[in-house]
């Protein structure tokens, strides 16, 4: 990373300002606590079904918790817009490869098939997301969740001009794995010479986000979706999350993985010492 030796210093020294910036604007415990009970008083006032809590990014800085808004977007940077739309959420998803073989109709809960969560080390959430609709699909193809772990750095850093570890758009993952195969983790350490260590898909395609499309694609893959981020839900902990304070934060994608009666069950890329293990529920229409 640093291209000159006699650079080295100086380098570290820059590093170490600015990481000592991050620190003092991160919230005190006492801080966190009272945001936490501000948020919680509200969510009582307008009788939500969720829960605030202390989690691993609420007493984040600004810019820190901002950097995990990765998601380029020119049609929701409004957040009155985003709102206006009510149940319709934009969202992108792989068709299953092998549709006319593999049919999913008992169930149409993907979390079973899912890798375990993962932290987000930059603005690469859109290459999270893409992974995990793609991981769900292998593992329920081969029948059983044996952890594939596909490398989201090697789409970051090769995705060219639709996404970086700064940000990216929804489709940037999906087109880079159809489009170039992707390692996995395990598969390039254990069989680098084979070539089915690495996946591809045939399609993916966008559709109407209205609430029966979203469960209708779940028959067949889990859903990749694009969603705005209010300061309320990096303290997100349990319940169906609705949007109660804050300013608008950016735009994310994360991976529905099932439904309820009246809410999405979605896979976050935060880390599992964030939310429910690293999943949220958040009700139809929200964000």
């Known amino acids: 990373m640093v291209k000159k030796c006699s650079f080295l210093i100086l380098v570290f020294i820059i590093f170490g300002l600015s990481n ?13 606590n009272k945001m936490i009970s501000e948020i919680n008083k509200k969510i009582k006032e307008k009788g939500y079904n ?3 809590g202390i989690t691993s990014k609420s007493a984040l800085s600004p810019e820190e918790k901002r ?15 985003m709102q206006a739309v009510g149940d319709s959420l ?8 092998v549709n006319n073989i593999l049919k999913k109709t008992m169930s149409t809960n993907w979390e079973t098939w899912m890798s375990d969560v993962e932290n987000q080390e930059c603005g690469n959430c859109w290459a999270h997301a893409a992974t995990g609709v793609a991981e769900g699909l292998i593992h329920e193809y081969i029948g059983q969740n044996i952890g594939i772990d ?11 001009g639709c996404g970086d570890c700064d940000d990216g758009y929804t489709y940037c993952g999906m087109s880079f794995i159809q489009n170039s195969k992707v390692r996995s983790e395990q598969g390039i350490n254990s069989f680098p010479n084979y070539d089915h260590a690495y996946w591809t898909i045939n399609n993916y395609s966008g559709h109407s ?16 979706a ?14 169906i999350y609705e949007y ?7 735009e994310h994608a994360v991976v529905i993985v099932d439904y309820g009666a009246d809410y999405w069950l979605c896979k976050n890329s935060w880390g599992e010492d964030w939310g429910d293990d690293g999943y949220f529920k958040i009700a139809f229409g929200e964000c």
């Open 90 to 97: 934009y969202f992108e998803y792989k068709k299953n490869e």
């Open 20 to 32: 000592n910036c991050l620190l003092q604007e991160r919230l005190s415990q006492e801080e966190v």
């Open 226 to 239: 694009q969603m705005s981020v209010y300061e309320d839900f990096y303290s997100y902990d349990d319940g």
């Open 67 to 81: 950097k995990l808004c990765g998601i380029l977007s020119d049609e929701f940077k409004n957040p009155d817009a």
């Open 209 to 224: 986000g209205s609430i029966n499309a979203i469960k209708n694609s779940l028959n067949s893959s889990p859903v990749l």
């Open 150 to 160: 596909q490398d989201e750095m090697h789409i970051t850093n090769n995705a060219g």
């Open 244 to 250: 109660t304070t804050g300013a608008y934060e950016g």
């Open 50 to 52: 969720w829960i605030a």
